[in-house]
């Protein structure tokens, strides 16, 4: 199959594959007489896997690495690499959740006392700034 065959069935653009190619992520596949790229099934396989673990937020080389790995017909040693990786990520999640949690959770009060009327929202005062204004807010930069 053809790079724009290959690239519809992976769901990736073609420029996709052909970048994985050029940084070594995928290994050049074999070519036609006219030169043009020729894909077998085990390309796709190998390029689904790659997407997959690009998804999951595994790095880029890492996740060629394991697709290759899987290629090679060791996806038992694949599964065995990627567990770590996806505790890592697992983490790196609960970590941004917990951040976009106390986030919202700002967020919700200055909404609250914003709809309450209020205009002095004490972000300056609360910081322990020396000029502010009795409203809360700076009047120097």
Request: aromatic share 2%.
């Amino acid at each position: 199959m053809k790079v724009s065959q290959i690239a519809r069935r992976a769901g990736v653009a073609s420029s996709a594959i052909r970048f994985y190619e050029a940084e070594g992520i995928l290994p050049p596949p074999a070519r036609t007489e006219s030169g043009y790229r020729e894909y077998v099934e085990a390309d796709l396989c190998r390029l689904r896997v790659l997407v997959a673990l690009r998804s999951l937020g595994i790095d880029l080389h890492e996740a060629g690495r394991l697709a290759g790995t899987c290629a090679d017909g060791r996806c038992d040693d694949m599964a065995t690499d990627l567990l770590p990786r996806i505790e890592a990520r697992r983490a790196e999640v609960a970590v941004a959740r917990a951040e976009l949690d106390h986030l919202d959770a700002e967020l919700a009060l200055v909404e609250r006392t914003l709809r309450g009327g209020a205009t002095n929202l004490g972000l300056c005062n609360e910081g322990g700034h020396d000029d502010c204004e009795s409203d809360g807010c700076c009047r120097r930069v």
